[in-house]
């Protein structure tokens, strides 16, 4: 496959947002200069001004491209009904013109030359199935540089990590990439019948590259292609999690393995079981007494640089977390502990968390029902009949060092219990 002849179909579902997603289109024409592109919105039913300003903006932005190629370069489908994110993708995917599809959020924004790195690895490796770039927070802290597994759930790797971190860096193969920024070829995608429409906007992309994966296909975060995200920014979009999550493990249950420890190690982190029972990762030891030893007696300026740079230097947002809690500024404590809690899975922290509700303004209290729902849930994991069940559960990985992981948790609850 030559990179010259490459050419995509960028595909973007939309619901209301306008304003998101004319800034979305406007990066996508300035920043995407080196492939031939099609680009198809598919609204789902929008009450804002995509109605009307659709049309205008795509035709303007993208009404001279490509006719060669394409006969037009931008196509608006409006359906009737809202249909969510899978069945939107899939209709534009039917509509797309170009061998490789782009599903692209409309809570993006694009940067220069994000392109061709995603390119370039298709045209050297022929056994890819998908790739995706590394997603970026406007704070340059990571959003998406690969899926992994726990024991029970997928999760974001080096999510809130800077955009800078050796870890982040790094070419990433892993089980399941995010769907807000997907590069995939056509034919392979219409084979598999492409999103699973089942799914409420919510774990479609986790389930097709599972099935990808299981095919023997590689799927791959490319950051050198960095794109920003805004992240969930569809009204309602997280409400059909635990449905989604149902349908997840039915379909998809026995085709995942944990695999968080394995990229742990590989970047020099030590990984452990927390208290939800599942593998979290932290720095070794030597790290933290290291990190200790340079920041005693420096300024809060120094402490907060090293912690910046060290997301999983617990000790260092600890320190800062209760100076700031004895200080009076309870809005950076809570940070700092939602930050842990959100980590170590610690029932320790988000006692901490529920300990300062009332106590900090403009604070929604979902962040507290939240650490409350956890507290509780933490509790109850604390019965070593759960933690029995789990040993049982990883046995059938035959991962010696997961099961390691796993006795040794179990000896301490014991010991503990003892």
């Known amino acids: 496959m030559s990179?010259?002849?490459f050419s995509f179909s960028v595909i973007i579902p939309v619901y209301n947002k306008w304003e998101l997603t004319a800034q979305c289109l406007r990066s996508l024409k300035v920043c995407t200069q080196e492939y031939a592109?099609?680009?198809?919105?598919?609204?789902n039913a929008s009450s804002d001004d995509t109605q009307t300003c659709l049309e205008v903006l795509g035709r303007e932005l993208f009404g001279a491209a490509f006719q060669e190629l394409f006969g037009a370069a931008f196509h608006a489908i409006h359906l009737p009904e809202n249909r969510n994110f899978g069945p939107a993708c899939n209709l534009g995917a039917q509509k797309a013109q170009a061998p490789f599809l782009f599903f692209l959020n409309n809570d993006t924004v694009l940067t220069p030359h994000w392109a061709p790195p995603l390119v370039e690895s298709f045209a050297k490796n022929h056994d890819l199935a998908a790739v995706g770039p590394l997603?970026?927070?406007?704070?340059?802290?990571?959003?998406?540089?690969?899926?992994?597994?726990?024991?029970?759930?997928?999760l974001h790797i080096y999510r809130y990590f800077p955009s800078t971190h050796p870890a982040v860096l790094k070419e990433r193969d892993v089980q399941s990439l995010t769907g807000a920024a997907l590069l995939v070829q056509r034919k392979l995608f219409l084979s598999m019948g492409g999103f699973y429409e089942a799914y409420c906007n919510g774990f479609e992309d986790v389930d097709l590259c599972l099935h990808m994966h299981n095919m023997g296909m590689k799927l791959r975060c490319?950051?050198?292609?960095?794109?920003y995200h805004l992240e969930s920014q569809t009204p309602g979009r997280d409400k059909n999690d635990e449905n989604n999550g149902i349908i997840l493990k039915r379909r998809c249950g026995k085709l995942f393995f944990p695999d968080v420890h394995i990229?742990?190690?590989r970047d020099g982190f030590t990984p452990f079981v927390a208290e939800d029972l599942d593998i979290s990762l932290q720095i070794t030891r030597e790290e933290e007494n290291a990190l200790l030893a340079q920041a005693e007696g420096q300024s809060m300026e120094y402490w907060h640089d090293l912690i910046v740079n060290n997301p999983l230097w617990i000790g260092g947002r600890k320190y800062i977390a209760e100076l700031a809690e004895q200080q009076g500024n309870m809005r950076l404590a809570l940070?700092?502990?939602?930050?842990?809690?959100?980590?170590?899975k610690s029932s320790h922290y988000y006692a901490k968390i529920v300990a300062?509700?009332?106590r900090v303004d403009n604070v929604e209290q979902s962040l507290f029902d939240e650490a409350k729902k956890s507290l509780h849930k933490l509790q109850c994991y604390a019965d070593a009949i759960y933690i029995k069940r789990k040993l049982r559960e990883v046995q059938k990985w035959n991962d010696k060092k997961l099961l390691h992981l796993y006795e040794e948790k179990y000896a301490a609850m014991q010991q503990g219990m003892g």
């Open 335 to 344: 940070f700092l502990y939602s930050e842990i809690a959100s980590w170590t």
């Open 37 to 43: 592109y099609e680009v198809i919105v598919v609204d």
């Open 222 to 227: 490319i950051p050198k292609s960095i794109i």
């Open 135 to 154: 997603l970026l927070y406007e704070n340059n802290t990571v959003q998406h540089v690969g899926v992994v597994f726990g024991v029970t759930r997928p």
């Open 3 to 5: 990179e010259s002849f």
């Open 356 to 358: 300062l509700e009332g």
């Open 263 to 265: 990229h742990g190690i």
